[in-house]
């Protein structure tokens, strides 16, 4: 299983990114997706995660700002708008697959860099 994300970047305070993630291989289907991000010296934290179902969670620090869906069963997105120079971070996709083996377990993209100049 592979999580690939894309649409990291450098933006000025106040704008915006939108953040992608497409998993791929042996999936039976997948409960949770979302993202997490970790900042230069502290440890990695939860943005934002969906369910299959589309219920969604958020850190205070992004709600009303963070938009999280997904487009399809392998797909999520991460709509920033309003950014702030604490959300400077290598942001990584995340989600809760069971395998065509009927395993299941967490799997991991490699992270994409988002940097908001102030």
């Known amino acids: 299983v592979q999580l690939v994300e894309s649409g990291g970047g450098l933006v000025q305070a106040g704008g915006s990114l939108r953040l992608s993630c497409a998993a791929s291989?042996?999936?039976?289907?997948?409960?949770?997706m979302g993202w997490y991000r970790q900042a230069p010296g502290k440890q990695r934290e939860l943005v934002a995660t969906?369910?299959?179902?589309?219920?969604t969670n958020y850190a205070d620090s992004v709600k009303g700002r963070f938009t999280i869906g997904r487009e399809n069963a392998r797909n999520t997105i991460l709509q920033m708008n309003s950014l702030k120079p604490e959300d400077t971070a290598v942001y990584y996709c995340?989600?809760?697959?069971?395998?065509?083996?009927?395993?299941?377990?967490?799997?991991w993209g490699q992270g994409t860099q988002v940097t908001v100049s102030s």
């Open positions: 995340y989600a809760e697959v069971r395998s065509t083996t009927w395993a299941t377990f967490d799997s």
């Open positions: 291989g042996s999936i039976l289907s997948i409960n949770r």
């Open positions: 969906i369910t299959s179902g589309g219920s």
